[in-house]
């Protein structure tokens, strides 16, 4: 069992549909989600450790300790198998996830999710690395630096997979990015080509597609999951 439990937001009944929000954020940034597949599916929305509603516990602020705290999640709430629909963090969260427990994951959405940090445009990762090391700097001294150290770490250290890695995901995979994503497009491409049978679409919008354009959004998301065809590419 966990050391902690972490907080949700559920709605609907059906086939569950676990939602990972990114780095800093919490369950909540999945609103329009929720209220859209809630109709059809048991919508799961989780606060990661130490996000949100979530304890930090005392366990490793890392995307591979989220990844076991998920697997602990599904174990207390009895789900054997979910969808998973990750945003950036969240998305490197479920590529973790489906790495280690692929039996758990019937399919996957990846939303701007990245495997290293040169992932991410130039102009996003410089002000991430040097926002990491004045928090590092002043950690010693300052409780909010070390909760800054600790949420851009997970962008510095995290996750570094490495993409001959990805051929190991079995679940039926989405790449679902913004044409002005903070993310490379070459990279998310990088992403949908490592894992067998992934489908990639590049949709209006930046990094932020789910709150800033969550009609098509939505409507790519349903049509994945609804469709076996658009499953293959």
Request: charged fraction near 25%.
């Amino acid at each position: 069992m966990n050391e902690i439990k972490l907080f949700s937001i559920e709605r609907g009944t059906g086939e569950p549909l676990i939602l990972l929000h990114g780095n800093g954020e919490n369950s909540r940034y999945f609103a329009r989600q929720i209220a859209y597949f809630s109709k059809t599916r048991r919508v799961i929305a989780v606060d990661t450790r130490g996000h949100g509603k979530s304890p930090r516990g005392k366990a490793p602020f890392t995307i591979r300790q989220f990844a076991e705290d998920l697997c602990c999640f599904m174990k207390e709430r009895e789900i054997e198998r979910a969808d998973i629909l990750g945003f950036s963090d969240g998305g490197n969260i479920a590529m973790v996830f489906a790495l280690q427990y692929p039996e758990k994951v019937k399919r996957l959405i990846l939303n701007g999710a990245n495997l290293y940090p040169a992932g991410m445009k130039p102009l996003v990762v410089l002000p991430i690395l040097a926002g990491y090391g004045a928090a590092s700097l002043a950690a010693p001294y300052s409780a909010a630096a070390r909760r800054k150290k600790e949420l851009l770490g997970l962008m510095v250290r995290d996750p570094y997979i490495r993409p001959e890695d990805l051929k190991r995901i079995s679940a039926r995979t989405l790449v679902l990015v913004g044409k002005n994503d903070m993310i490379r497009h070459r990279h998310s491409l990088l992403i949908a080509k490592s894992i067998p049978g992934a489908r990639f679409v590049c949709i209006e919008g930046d990094h932020f597609i789910a709150v800033k354009n969550p009609k098509q959004f939505n409507q790519v998301v349903e049509r994945f999951l609804s469709n076996e065809k658009s499953n293959r590419r």
